[in-house]
Antibody, heavy 120, light 107 residues
C-alpha cells in the first residue's frame, strides 16, 4: 500500500523558513516523480513543485520560485520542501503526492497534509 | 501558463440526478487532464486520468470526456457519497494547473 506521511509544518513568522518532509513507503520510491501541492484555508488546490525520480528535472510554480527548493533522498525514501522567505499567502495545507505511473503523469497518491501557518 | 476554468463554481443537486461539470483549458492540452474529488479535511482523490480513463476502484457512475480545450466530468446518478468538491488539472505542461473547483452540494 502506498503511504506518504508529511511532517515539519507549523507556525512561522513572515520572512522565516521551514522544511517539510515526506516519508514514502509501499512502492519503489526511486522510480517515481514526486510533487508538492498546497491548499490555502477555504481555497482551491495549487500545484507547488515537482521533482523527477533522479532529481534531473525540477519545476516550481511562479509563486514560489526562488524561495522554495524541492529535493529528494532516494536512499531515505523521502522528499523535502525547503521554504524560505515565507509570506502570509504561503499559509496552507501542504500535500506530498506521487505520480500515478513511472515516467511522469498526473498525481494519484496523496499524503494527509501538513499545515503551514505564516503569521506574526 | 495554461489556465483551467471550471463551471459552475457551485452546483446544487439531488440524489439520483445526472451531474455534469465542465473544464476549459486556455490552450490545447490534448487528453492530459485529470479529475479529482475532495471532501472537507481530506486529501483529493483521483477519479479520472487522461480525460476519460477511470482510476481503479472508482465507481462507474463517474465518467470523463473531451480533448483539446473542452472537458466534462459526468456523474450519471448522484449518490450521497458524491457531495464534495471536484477539481480538474492539466498535466500537459508545467506548471500543472488546477481549475478553481466545483462544489456539489445537496439541493
Amino acid at each position: 500500500e502506498v503511504q506518504l506521511v508529511e511532517s515539519g509544518g507549523g507556525l512561522v513568522n513572515p520572512g522565516g523558513s521551514l522544511r517539510l518532509s515526506c516519508a514514502a513507503s509501499g512502492f519503489i520510491f526511486s522510480s517515481y516523480s514526486m510533487n508538492w501541492v498546497r491548499q490555502a484555508p477555504g481555497k482551491g488546490l495549487e500545484w507547488v513543485s515537482s521533482i523527477s525520480s533522479s532529481s534531473s528535472y525540477i519545476y516550481y510554480a511562479d509563486s514560489v520560485k526562488g524561495r522554495f527548493t524541492i529535493s529528494r533522498d532516494n536512499a531515505k525514501n523521502s522528499v523535502y520542501l525547503q521554504m524560505n522567505s515565507l509570506r502570509a499567502e504561503d499559509t496552507a495545507v501542504y500535500y506530498c503526492a506521487r505520480d500515478r505511473l513511472v515516467g511522469g503523469t498526473t498525481v494519484a497518491y496523496w499524503g494527509q497534509g501538513t499545515l503551514v501557518t505564516v503569521s506574526s | 501558463d495554461i489556465q483551467m476554468t471550471q463551471s459552475p463554481s457551485t452546483l446544487s443537486a439531488s440524489v439520483g440526478d445526472r451531474v455534469t461539470i465542465t473544464c476549459r483549458a486556455s490552450q490545447s492540452i490534448s487528453s492530459w487532464l485529470a479529475w479529482y474529488q475532495q471532501k472537507p479535511g481530506k486529501a483529493p482523490k483521483l477519479l479520472i486520468y487522461k480525460a476519460s480513463s477511470l482510476e481503479t476502484g472508482v465507481p462507474s457512475r463517474f465518467s470523463g470526456s473531451g480533448s483539446g480545450t473542452e472537458f466534462t466530468l459526468t456523474i450519471s446518478s448522484l449518490q450521497p457519497d458524491d457531495f464534495a468538491t471536484y477539481y480538474c488539472q492539466q498535466y500537459n505542461s508545467y506548471p500543472r494547473t488546477f481549475g478553481q473547483g466545483t462544489k456539489v452540494d445537496i439541493k
